[in-house]
């Protein structure tokens, strides 16, 4: 049997990227010829502000320079 027919097959080529608008956040800026940003959500209750504020910093500790909190 060939191991090749259980591997997961992943696209030969990278997606077009649609024209979009550029969109400040502060100091960050995403769409238009900007990176992708990567960006996440706390999900711990905002009524634990310890809890979040722990989540904001694993989150940036990890590389993630935009995370944004709900009320």
């Not at 030969?12 to 649609?18: C, G, K, L, M, V």
């Not at 940003?37 to 999900?43: G, K, P």
């Not at 910093?57 to 935009?66: F, K, M, Y």
Request: aromatic share 2%; hydrophobic share 35%; proline share 8%.
């Amino acid at each position: 049997m060939n191991d090749e027919s259980h591997r997961p097959q992943f696209p030969t080529r990278i997606a077009e990227r649609h024209p979009t608008r550029e969109v400040r956040i502060g100091p960050l800026r995403i769409g238009a010829q900007h990176p992708i940003l990567i960006q996440s959500m706390t999900i711990a209750d905002t009524c634990d502000t310890d809890a979040v504020v722990s989540e904001i910093r694993q989150l940036h500790e990890a590389g993630c320079p935009l995370v944004r909190v709900t009320a």
